[in-house]
């Protein structure tokens, strides 16, 4: 079993419609991770989160510690939000572990 | 702050040649990741490096892989007689210290073994 799983794997929605993409992770770590990847392009980083909630924009994230789980949430979805999502976690000062990524297409 | 420079963004290697990715991370960073995606899979840590020092390099494959982050220069992941197999993305990170202080990725280099 993967230490990090996220669902569902490959979405497609709509224009405007409302968005999530859930992660659950099965290690203890310091910090849960969401990026996001266009096709052929690099990684950005969206959020940061150890625990509560952050929103940038349209993008909202939330974590609940106790569950081991994350949503990452995208409000009026727009077709440039095309990519796929990655949820990482952190332990310490070690690098990284990925889930597999969520597909996301916005249709217009 | 140009961020954290990955080059070349595209590397050709016929099997058995040496590739190098050169990755320069952010001004003040002193802490580099190397991860790989190959392709229809998830991205998987290979080494962190502080200058001059490898801290972990658990997720490199034990032979024709190394890694250095010299006192000056880039950081560079080199594979020596590539195989095809090797063909991936490779994107190195950047932090400005150990612990939860987030992430700064290049654009990566697609690295392709002919």
């Known amino acids: 079993k993967n230490e990090v799983e996220q669902s569902p794997q490959n979405l497609t929605a709509q224009e405007g419609e409302f968005i999530t993409i859930n992660c659950s992770y099965s290690v203890g770590i310091s910090a849960l991770h969401w990026l996001q990847q266009h096709p052929g392009g690099g990684i950005v980083s969206l959020f940061m989160?150890?625990?509560g909630k952050k929103k940038h924009g349209r993008l909202i994230a939330t974590i609940n510690i106790q569950e081991k789980h994350s949503s990452l949430h995208i409000t009026a979805s727009h077709p440039r939000d095309s990519a796929v999502y990655i949820c990482?976690?952190?332990?310490?000062?070690?690098?990284?572990?990925f889930g597999k990524g969520t597909h996301l297409i916005i249709q217009p | 702050n140009a961020g954290v420079m990955q080059n070349p963004r595209h590397l050709v290697r016929r099997r058995g040649q040496e590739a190098r990715l050169r990755c320069s991370p952010m001004k003040g960073h002193s802490h580099v990741y190397w991860y790989r995606q190959l392709p229809e899979e998830g991205l998987k840590f290979m080494v962190y490096l502080q200058k001059e020092n490898i801290i972990d390099e658990s997720g490199m494959p034990k032979e024709r892989f190394s890694a250095e982050f010299p006192k000056e220069g880039p950081s560079i992941l080199r594979i020596q007689q590539v195989v095809r197999g090797d063909s991936a993305a490779y994107f190195c990170?950047?932090?400005?210290?150990?612990?939860?202080?987030?992430?700064?990725f290049g654009s990566g280099t697609r690295l392709t073994v002919v």
């Open positions: 990170a950047s932090s400005p210290s150990a612990g939860n202080y987030g992430y700064t």
């Open positions: 990482a976690v952190s332990r310490g000062a070690d690098g990284l572990t």
């Open positions: 989160l150890s625990s």
